[in-house]
Structure formats: C-alpha cells, structure tokens
T-cell receptor, first 112, second 116 residues
Framework: DGGITQSPKYLFRKEGQNVTLSCEQN?????MYWYRQDPGQGLRLIYY???????QKGDIAEGYSVSREKKESFPLTVTSAQKNPTAFYLC???????????FGPGTRLTVL | AQSVTQPDIHITVSEGASLELRCNYS??????LFWYVQSPGQGLQLLLK??????LVQGIKGFEAEFKRSQSSFNLRKPSVHWSDAAEYFC??????????????FGKGTLLTVNP
C-alpha cells in the first residue's frame, strides 16, 4: 500500500531533551511538509522540502530542524530551544509543491 | 498573503439533516481550494479540491463544495448527514506566498457534532 507513515504515534520526552519524529512516504512524491497542530489553531507550517537535500523554513521554524537526505524520508527534530513543544505533529507530501498534499496519521508529542 | 476564515467553530446537526460548513478566503487571485476532514487523533483526509473549471465540485463520502468568486467562499455541503460524519473539518487555500513559493494555509477548523 502506498502512503505516508509517521512514527511513533505517541511520544513522551522530558523537558530539555531533543526528540526526532519520523516521516516516511512511498508515494514517490518530491515535496514533503511538517505541520504543527494545536487545539483550535488549525495547522501551522514548520518546514517544507521541495526536493532532496533542500528545505525551507515555514511560519514557525524556531526550535525545530529537519533533513532531507532521501526522497522518501523527512525527519523532524524538536530541539530544547522550542518553548512549547507539546502538540500534534503532522507530516504531508505532494507530487510537486503546488499539488494536493496528503497527510500521515500524526505523532502526538508530550513534553513532561 | 492569503488567509482563510471558518466562521463556525462548532456546529451540531441531527442525523439525516443537511449540512453546510462555511469557508471564506482572502487572496488577490483565484487560489486552489481544499476541504479536509480529521477524526480525533488522526491525520487529515482530503474530501475534495478545486483547481479550476466547474465551480461545483464533488468529493468523497457524498460531500460537495461550491466556489463563489464574488463571495470569496468555498462552502462545503452534504444533503443528509450520517453519524460517522462527526469530525473536524478544515478548509485550506493554496496560493503563491511570494517569491514563487506555494503555500497551503488552513482555517482553524469547524467541529461537527451529529445527534442521533
């Protein structure tokens, strides 16, 4: 089955620790995205990548980092510099940047 | 920059009743328009999209939406709601955000409750 997988589904970390969220797609899509979702806030763009080895900051990139070494993978690291990291994180991909985005199942990160 | 407004935070309808969820956008040209649905703790599923052409678009699960340029709206409708339609619905606008960078901007969502 083609799709987007995110792991783990739930993640707990202590304050001050870095944590990496996984996003993998087998749709052969060029573009990948990371969004953060907070209750009542909709989705906000953290980072996006239009092609391998290239990525750009979104609206709320502070405290986050990404890499795009393979077309299929776009991991997101939440660093200790992120002031309020507890949220639901969604990964998405599209064939090319202006095409329809398809979403993974999400990872809920809780920082204790 | 584009923006999206979903005026209704929460809507409650009875099963079998009709539904209309409102979406208004702000953008200088005609953007790409999308409706997504999200069940609790899940990712977003695409219901339908408008890129160009016929302004009435059909989607999955019996949903449709109509693009009205004069009102900058893209309202989602369903003639008869089922209990399984209870979820949160997001309208999104895709457009160039400057520097040839395409961006998808989401509304804050409308939570739909369906009463038996």
């Amino acid at each position: 089955d083609g799709g987007i997988t995110q792991s783990p589904k739930y993640l707990f970390r202590k304050e001050g620790q870095n944590v990496t969220l996984s996003c993998e797609q087998n749709l052969n899509h060029d573009a990948m995205y990371w969004y953060r979702q907070d209750p009542g806030q909709g989705l906000r763009l953290i980072y996006y990548s239009q092609i391998v080895n290239d990525f750009q900051k979104g609206d709320i990139a502070e405290g986050y980092s990404v890499s795009r070494e393979k077309k299929e993978s776009f991991p997101l690291t939440v660093t200790s510099a992120q002031k309020n990291p507890t949220a639901f994180y969604l990964c998405a991909s599209s064939i090319f940047p202006s095409d329809t985005q398809y979403f993974g199942p999400g990872t809920r990160l809780t920082v204790l | 920059a584009q923006s999206v407004t979903q005026p209704d935070i929460h809507i409650t309808v009875s099963e079998g009743a009709s539904l209309e969820l409102r979406c208004n956008y702000s953008y200088g040209a005609t953007p790409y328009l999308f409706w997504y649905v999200q069940s609790p703790g899940q990712g977003l599923q695409l219901l339908l999209k408008y890129f160009s052409g016929d302004t009435l678009v059909q989607g999955i699960k019996g949903f449709e939406a109509e693009f009205k340029r004069s009102q900058s709206s893209f309202n989602l409708r369903k003639p008869s709601v089922h209990w399984s339609d209870a979820a949160e619905y997001f309208c999104a606008v895709g457009a160039d955000s400057g520097g040839s960078n395409y961006k998808l901007t989401f509304g804050k969502g409308t939570l739909l409750t369906v009463n038996p």
